[in-house]
């Protein structure tokens, strides 16, 4: 995509011949002949780069500078003045104005300076992309477990890291699927290209084609310019696309096509563009009864899916809670904070529903709140010491069974529990775990062998 100019000057034949000039040296460009209409234009054409005189009838170069910079201060802004106002340009450049050229010019020496001015802003730009990946950086490479559950996930992430596979991220909200996608793009050849995110789920409908693929202007009702979608942003890197489970069932082919042909076309425009993008996605859907229900396309999901990846929650994986305390203490500037026995005791039979992430926020809340460096079960909330998210579990009598004084079978009573559990969540394999607190694929394997279906009637 060119580069925008925006050049202002009330002398036409000035105008023409910069904006000749600057066309020839292969830049987009606006031209307006006062500070009021150019005030205007900038404000609808967004240009990365103003070329402005500095005497004009009107609104002057001065009066204009300061009006850009104050709705834009990134802008760049170059000042065309006379040979013998050479300290009025100087006030301009104190002002905020990038640099300024002399009138009479030639043409070199106005490309030079509008080059230079160009490559200053693309390296701002870089600096600031590797400043947030930099901030970023703590977050992606610690990704804490010891687990043989988690184990499994970083040999995975390990194998398949350096390919240029799709991922797949599966589990509950909290498990740290965008933490992992860091971790394969920071793993892999791409690393120093940009890691690019975007939630599919959090974007409104007729939005979300544009932010994916971007639009040229006047595609539809209020693109006043050209916008670059996620997909050309993350162009040589990764582009993750979470929670892709809720993209609209309009929208899949577009992004197959995209994933196959390795070519994306925005919004109202006709002119393909060829990238080179490596897609991690991620979702927290049951995608077995997306594929059932025809929520999401079946070719999609296998070109999605080429590597997947279950993150266990954390009620898979208790070991780990110890272990995420201290990294979390730390990260919270406690390093000296211990939790007792009974307080890990509490929080190893909670069932945690947020996850990795409920478990942050709750060490980050018992840091501000603590008293001391000994955190007790008298610091923990009340939710976390009841063991469970509700308590509608727990009879009155204080039993979840109450078993015959005869006995009964430990196999019909396993039975009747997942069936329960099942018809509880209508038949949601993932809802139905979730509630026992076991893995899916548990799950799975204890309706094989009882022979559990919605048909099939307990004996």
């Known amino acids: 995509m060119k580069p925008t100019i925006l050049v202002i000057d009330d002398d036409a034949s000035l105008r023409r011949v910069l904006e000749y000039n600057l066309q020839d040296a292969g830049y987009q460009v606006f031209t307006a002949a006062g500070g009021e209409e150019g005030l205007a ?38 000042m065309v003045t006379a040979f013998g106002t050479i300290d009025v340009a100087v006030d301009a450049m104190k002002a905020g104005a990038y640099d300024y ?24 730009v870089e600096n600031r992309r590797l400043k947030d990946e930099l ?19 970083f040999e995975i992430v390990r194998k398949v890291a350096d390919t240029e596979a799709s991922v797949l991220l599966t589990g509950e909200s909290g498990t740290g699927k965008e933490l992992v996608a860091r971790s394969i793009h920071q793993q892999s050849g791409r690393r120093h290209a940009p890691f690019i995110a975007i939630n599919c789920a959090a974007i409104p409908r007729d939005l979300l084609e544009s932010e ?26 990764t582009l993750f696309l979470d929670e892709v489970g809720e993209l609209p069932l309009e929208l899949q082919p577009k992004l197959l096509r995209a994933l196959q042909e390795k070519v994306i076309e925005p919004v109202g425009g006709t002119k393909e563009h060829r990238l080179d993008v490596r897609i991690v996605a991620a979702t927290n859907l049951d995608m077995d009864k997306a594929l059932i229900e025809a929520t999401f396309r079946e070719d999609l999901y296998y070109r999605l899916a080429v590597i997947p990846i279950h993150l266990p929650s954390l009620r898979e994986r208790p070991e780990d809670i110890t272990l ?22 509490a929080l190893n039979t909670y069932g945690w529903p947020g996850n990795v992430r409920e478990l942050e926020n709750l060490v980050e809340r018992l ?12 610091d923990l909330p009340d939710k976390i010491l009841s063991g469970s998210v509700t308590s509608d579990a727990s009879s009155i009598s204080g039993k979840v069974v109450n078993l015959p004084i005869g006995g009964y079978s430990l196999e019909q009573l396993e039975r009747e529990v997942v069936t329960e559990a099942l018809e509880h969540n209508r038949w949601n394999q993932t809802a139905a775990a979730k509630f026992l607190r076991i893995p ?17 009637k307990t004996e």
């Open 41 to 78: 234009l900038f404000a609808e054409e967004a240009p990365v780069l103003v070329i402005s005189d500095m005497k004009m009838p009107g609104m002057d170069g001065m009066q204009l500078l300061k009006a850009i910079k104050e709705r834009s201060p990134e802008t760049l802004v170059i």
């Open 367 to 378: 840091m501000i709140m603590r008293s001391g460096n000994v955190i007790t079960v008298n």
């Open 440 to 456: 899916r694929h548990t799950l799975i394997y204890r309706m094989e062998k009882y022979g559990i279906t919605p048909s099939a």
């Open 324 to 345: 995420l305390l201290r990294y979390f203490c730390k990260k919270h500037q406690a390093d000296a904070v211990v939790f007792d026995a009974g307080a890990t005791a």
């Open 101 to 124: 050229i002399t009138k009479p010019f030639n043409r070199d020496e106005l490309r030079l300076t509008v080059a230079k001015a160009l490559k200053f802003c693309r390296l701002t």
């Open 212 to 237: 994916l693929f971007g639009h040229v202007k006047g595609a539809f009702t209020g693109a006043i310019k050209d916008k670059t979608g996620k997909f050309q942003l993350a162009d040589g890197g």
């Open 135 to 153: 901030a970023d950086k703590t977050d992606y490479q610690t990704i804490v477990g010891s687990s043989k559950a988690m184990g499994r996930v």
